[in-house]
Antibody
Framework: EVQLVQSGAEVKKPGESLKISCKGS????????IGWVRQMPGKGLESMGI????????RYSPSFQGQVTISADKSINTAYLQWSSLRASDTAIYYC??????????????WGQGTMLTVSS | QSVLTQPPSVSAAPGQKVTIRCSGS????????VSWYQQLPGTAPKLLIY???ERPSGIPDRFSGSKSGTSATLGITGLQTGDEADYYC???????????FGGGTKLTVL
């Protein structure tokens, strides 16, 4: 079964750092782009950026450039989303999702279960 | 404010048909494929339609997609109460160089 399994919910304080993960299985992890999508409470979906685990080629959406770091470790089929200094406005559910085709603009066909992040003092 | 515009909500009775429109521009829908996602309450989004009108394996043919110019439409026939969800359109935006989503449409099956 093709699936993406994300790390668990997090509660952090403003200013803290965090790295969440997304582990792929059931397919060749290095051959498909993986994206990260934010969903703030009661709001819609926002694409944050994408990574190609095969060579770690990474593209950020303009709104998230410089705000987060996307990385991957192909040896363990895992992609990451990282913050160096969290803010309350980072409170959201974060989804990883696989792009179905061979290019980074394709549809997301497999989604992780989501990681809920709460940032509060 | 999303680059892609969807109605905030639509509603219809069980068994009826509903359409959800997604409006964009030449930098996104006009020159790229459109996908549609269903997000049931409390769950992750699920791909319903890709490449404007293609259904992934397992998606019933009650769901259909089309595109004309800078707009796309999701159609759902034979509505069921289990179809109550938020629906999002998505595509690539060549100017922003990123995937973008519509603001989402909440479907209520009365």
């Amino acid at each position: 079964e093709v699936q993406l399994v994300q790390s668990g919910a997090e509660v952090k304080k403003p200013g803290e750092s965090l790295k969440i993960s997304c582990k792929g299985s059931g397919y060749i992890f290095t051959n498909k782009w993986i994206g990260w999508v934010r969903q703030m409470p009661g709001k819609g979906l926002e694409s944050m950026g994408i990574i190609y685990p095969g060579d770690s080629d990474t593209r950020y959406s303009p709104s998230f450039q410089g705000q987060v770091t996307i990385s991957a470790d192909k040896s363990i089929n895992t992609a990451y989303l990282q913050w160096s200094s969290l803010r309350a406005s980072d409170t959201a559910i974060y989804y990883c999702a696989r792009q179905r085709g061979s290019w980074y603009g394709d549809a997301f066909d497999i989604w992780g279960q989501g990681t809920m992040l709460t940032v509060s003092s | 404010q999303s680059v892609l515009t969807q109605p905030p909500s639509v509603s219809a009775a069980p068994g009826q048909k509903v359409t959800i429109r997604c409006s964009g521009s030449s930098s996104n829908i006009g020159n790229n494929f459109v996908s549609w996602y269903q997000q049931l309450p409390g769950t992750a989004p699920k791909l319903l339609i890709y490449d404007n009108n293609e259904r992934p394996s397992g998606i019933p043919d009650r769901f259909s997609g089309s595109k004309s110019g800078t707009s796309a439409t999701l159609g759902i026939t034979g509505l069921q109460t289990g179809d109550e969800a938020d629906y999002y359109c998505g595509t690539w935006d060549s100017s922003l160089s990123t995937v973008i989503f519509g603001g989402g449409t909440k479907l209520t099956v009365l």
